[in-house]
Nanobody, 121 residues
Framework: QVHLLESGGGLVQAGDSLRLSCAAS????????MGWFRQAPGKEREFVSA???????TCADSVNGRSTISRDNAKNTVYLQISSLKPEDTAVYYC???????????????WGKGTLVTVSS
């Protein structure tokens, strides 16, 4: 019933910018913290960024200073903008939802299917 649908991934060059979108349905969007995780080949899934229902925002050190997360409650959509992309950013990016303030890997209520971002050098 709950669906998180990511879009915006693709093949980009190092130094480019990219915006990912996640459209949510089947939940009361404004009551959920929304965010992004990513998983690179051969590595564990890791936290990227999140925005709470209160609009409080957090991000991982790996994207600090070059990422922006935002949410549009009217559209039930969360966005992630990453600038100055690096080959190390190559991963499948997953949208995640959690009812509450905290969004940690083990606490995610709903996951999207993921969208692949490939950054060429």
């Amino acid at each position: 019933q709950v669906h998180l649908l990511e879009s915006g991934g693709g093949l980009v060059q190092a130094g480019d910018s990219l915006r990912l979108s996640c459209a949510a349905s089947g939940l009361t969007f404004s009551r959920y913290s929304m965010g992004w995780f990513r998983q690179a080949p051969g590595k564990e899934r890791e936290f990227v960024s999140a925005v709470a229902w209160s609009n409080y925002k957090t991000c991982a050190d790996s994207v600090n200073g070059r990422s922006t997360i935002s949410r549009d409650n009217a559209k039930n959509t969360v966005y992630l903008q990453i600038s100055s992309l690096k080959p190390e950013d190559t991963a499948v990016y997953y949208c995640a939802a959690r009812m509450g303030l905290r969004l940690a890997l083990e606490e995610v209520d709903y996951w999207g299917k993921g969208t692949l971002v490939t950054v060429s050098s």
